[in-house]
């Protein structure tokens, strides 16, 4: 089977399965939140009137729900940003994940401030990686 991606492309790849990787071990710390605040399914977030540790456990949750809801964009400006530029695409996809990481680590500590000391370096990746998307698509529409 004939590849026509450069080797280097494995490592946008390998960002990829890591940031599945936080992916679980976030859902994972979600389902053990739900357990030690007794929020149970299908609720999706707890209500302060319902149970004392309402903000603990949704601030946990909210910290995984965002990481979702990103996730598409970043695999997208990852993956078609990599396809031109797959080093500088990879280093910035390992800042994203990284970030993500304490962004979800400072969100669950129950004060959504704390989200943002590392966490905030990820949208600036996302930017790197939107202007390598940009250039691989500018690159195409070049004759």
């Not at 450069?6 to 990829?16: A, I, R, S």
């Not at 976030?26 to 053990?32: C, N, S």
């Not at 990746?125 to 940009?134: K, Q, R, S």
Request: charged letters at 15%.
């Amino acid at each position: 089977m004939e590849v026509i991606l450069g080797k280097e492309f494995g490592y946008v790849v390998m960002v990829v399965v890591l940031y599945c990787i936080l992916n679980m071990w976030m859902a994972f710390q979600v389902g053990k939140a739900r357990k030690k605040y007794k929020v149970f399914y299908p609720t999706l977030y707890a209500l302060e009137s319902d149970n004392k540790d309402a903000k603990l456990f949704n601030c946990v949750q909210r910290g995984h729900q965002n990481s979702l809801e990103m996730m598409p964009m970043f695999f997208v400006l990852l993956v078609l940003g990599g396809l031109g530029h797959a080093c500088v695409s990879a280093a910035l996809g390992l800042v994203y994940v990284i970030s993500r990481y304490f962004y979800f680590t400072g969100y669950a500590t129950g004060d959504p401030k704390n989200r943002l000391r590392l966490g905030r370096f990820g949208f600036v990746a996302l930017f790197g990686l939107m202007i390598c998307t940009v250039s691989f698509g500018i690159n195409l529409l070049r004759p």
